[in-house]
């Protein structure tokens, strides 16, 4: 399990970063659109989340298969973004009934030392394949965050926490955990158009233990 630190405005993100959950659907397929296909040597690049002209679409290794990026013809911006690495962002000309192949390789963001008080945040969230914000940048998927030994440390204080899938209402909570303390998110993603469920936000003060990793 690979460990990358983030500096997220005055405090540092430590991200476990653990496989790929389930993949959904991406776009309806078409003989006029053009495919997508990505490529990425390390576990870094194939865990990095996709945007598609500043939509979030999925992550790399699942955009694949039943699952392949399709296109209408014409130019397309694709960004990828991994916690602790620098956007990889790319320019693509989709042809009608075409291939293009892009190449990620994502580089290392400058990092320092996770401060010496801490709190932990796991996100249980269904689908697990749904984008994670902290205070409104990119830090992983919510499989990253839930079950045994999982978590996000960040520094106490106010925190945004915003949960976004496609087709999914995004999902918005406030936390403000103290020093040591433990604070869990649960609920599940609504489709759009249906009524918001109601998330469940457990708070609990424990010894300063980082998740395992």
Do not use: C
Request: net charge positive; hydrophobic share 40%.
């Amino acid at each position: 399990m690979k460990k990358a630190i983030r500096r997220v405005g005055p405090l540092w993100v430590l991200l476990l970063v653990s496989p790929l959950l389930r993949p959904a659907p991406m776009y309806a397929e078409n003989d006029v659109m053009g495919e997508i296909q990505f490529e990425g040597k390390s576990h870094v690049e194939k865990t990095s989340g996709v945007w598609v002209d500043g939509a979030y679409v999925g992550y790399l290794k699942e955009l694949k298969g039943s699952k392949k990026v399709l296109l209408l013809p014409g130019e397309h911006v694709i960004t990828v973004r991994q916690d602790g690495y620098q956007d990889f962002t790319e320019r693509i000309l989709v042809q009608p009934g075409q291939k293009e192949v892009v190449r990620v390789t994502m580089a290392k963001a400058p990092t320092g030392p996770l401060p010496d008080v801490t709190a932990t945040v796991k996100i249980a969230v269904n689908p697990s394949r749904a984008a994670v914000f902290l205070d409104g940048l990119f830090v992983g998927h919510v499989g990253e965050f839930e079950g045994l030994g999982r978590g996000m440390l960040v520094a106490p204080g106010t925190h945004q926490i915003r949960v976004a899938l496609p087709g999914y209402q995004t999902f918005e909570t406030d936390i403000n955990p103290l020093a040591n303390q433990k604070v869990e998110i649960k609920t599940e993603l609504v489709k759009n158009g249906a009524p918001l469920a109601e998330p469940l936000v457990k708070t609990e003060t424990s010894a300063a233990t980082p998740p395992r990793h």
